[in-house]
T-cell receptor, first 112, second 116 residues
Framework: QKEVEQDPGPLSVPEGAIVSLNCTYS??????FMWYRQYSRKGPELLMY????GNKEDGRFTAQVDKSSKYISLFIRDSQPSDSATYLC????????????FGTGTLLAVQP | GAVVSQHPSWVICKSGTSVKIECRSL??????MFWYRQFPKQSLMLMAT?????????EQGVEKDKFLINHASLTLSTLTVTSAHPEDSSFYIC????????????FGPGTRLTVL
């Protein structure tokens, strides 16, 4: 069993839809949770960063962490074609010296 | 803030030559940087953890003498692919986290290596 599970998609939605992306994990020691967006042939871009459980909102993006269920989500409201990319969840035990554990990434296509 | 740069952005070399890739944190200090490689349509694969002032830690299956890492300062890490072969052709990406931050890491734009 992988430490972090993520549906690879692809996920295709019409423009304006609400997108829900999810990851599950097995290690209860993870404390920091991140979502990255990666366009083709580019480095990942940090979208959302959450410490422990709870919700965080930034513009059209909302990240949720449920540590009791070992489940994290990223919601994208009013999706745009420019949101088409691969979305990677990542988590770590804590601190900048600890390596990230990634999900496989979900490929999202927002159709105009 | 939190910008990581890589140089070069792409490189083509002949088989048997060595290639050096630089990773810099431009506006923060990082005691630890990470090197990944990524094949098309696949997720990131961690190659090694680069520690400032000490030896790097390579992941299982990654040859430390082939993928040399030097972390010369709190803002610079280099990856040297020695005696490169066509199978080393890939997208190499580095990441770093601020020593004053939490667990988040910031990624460079990546370096595309093609070995002929």
């Amino acid at each position: 069993q992988k430490e972090v599970e993520q549906d690879p998609g692809p996920l295709s939605v019409p423009e304006g839809a609400i997108v829900s992306l999810n990851c599950t994990y097995s290690n209860s020691a993870f404390q920091y949770f991140m979502w990255y967006r990666q366009y083709s042939r580019k480095g990942p871009e940090l979208l959302m960063y959450t410490y422990s459980s709870g919700n965080k909102e930034d513009g059209r993006f909302t990240a949720q962490v449920d540590k009791s269920s070992k489940y994290i989500s990223l919601f994208i409201r009013d999706s745009q074609p420019s949101d088409s990319a691969t979305y990677l969840c990542a988590m770590t035990y804590g601190g900048a010296t600890n390596k990230l554990i990634f999900g496989t990434g979900t490929l999202l296509a927002v159709q105009p | 803030g939190a910008v990581v740069s890589q140089h070069p952005s792409w490189v083509i070399c002949k088989s048997g030559t060595s290639v050096k890739i630089e990773c810099r944190s431009l506006d923060f200090q990082a005691t630890t940087m990470f090197w990944y490689r990524q094949f098309p349509k696949q997720s990131l694969m961690l190659m090694a953890t680069s520690n400032e002032g000490s030896k790097a830690t390579h992941e299982q299956g990654v040859e430390k003498d082939k993928f040399l890492i030097n972390h010369a300062s709190l803002t610079l890490s280099t990856l040297t692919v020695t005696s490169a072969h066509p199978e080393d052709s890939s997208f190499y990406i580095c990441s770093a986290g601020s020593i004053t931050g939490g667990g988040e890491q910031f990624f460079g734009p990546g370096t595309r290596l093609t070995v002929l």
